[in-house]
């Protein structure tokens, strides 16, 4: 089979990991989701299929202020919360404020064409441990 036509049935099987898949995998759990559907598939085929999707804004990559970077279905402007006790990416319920494009921070003759935030500190379930001291 011809490389190209691999590479894009390959790039087409990740895109379906990818769609719909809100948990905000990394790329070693989209290798390991990738993995379970064909066996074969090597984790530098995943990785740069992961940065060519993102590249063409099919998908969107998160660089976390710790931890590993998280892939995101949503390519729309939201912002997230990063737990920094198991690395989970959840999106937050905040209105993605397109005011703070208009104007950065008071600074003449800059143009901001988007932003992020990231919100760290603990989900749920890692708080609960924490309180209960496990």
């Known amino acids: 089979m011809p490389q190209n036509t691999?590479?894009?049935?390959?790039?087409?099987?990740?895109?379906?990991?990818m769609e719909?898949?809100?948990?905000h995998p990394t790329a070693d759990e989209v290798y390991e989701l990738a993995r379970a559907k064909?066996?074969?598939i090597s984790r530098g085929t995943v990785y740069r299929n992961l940065n060519l999707l993102s590249d063409e804004n099919k998908i969107?990559?998160?660089s976390m202020p710790?931890?590993?970077?998280?892939?995101d279905c949503n390519t729309d402007n939201h912002y997230h919360f990063l737990?920094?006790?198991c690395f989970h990416v959840f999106d937050t319920n905040i209105k993605y404020k397109e005011s703070l494009n208009a104007d950065p921070a008071g600074m003449p003759g800059f143009k901001t064409e988007w932003?992020?935030?990231?919100?760290?500190?603990?989900?749920?379930?890692?708080?609960?441990?924490?309180?209960?001291g496990t």
């Open 60 to 62: 969107r990559r998160l």
């Open 83 to 85: 737990c920094h006790a």
């Open 20 to 23: 719909g898949n809100y948990s």
């Open 115 to 132: 932003h992020r935030l990231i919100l760290v500190g603990l989900c749920p379930e890692c708080a609960a441990k924490e309180k209960k």
């Open 38 to 40: 064909e066996p074969r």
């Open 66 to 71: 710790i931890g590993p970077d998280h892939f």
């Open 6 to 17: 691999r590479s894009t049935q390959q790039r087409r099987l990740i895109m379906e990991l």
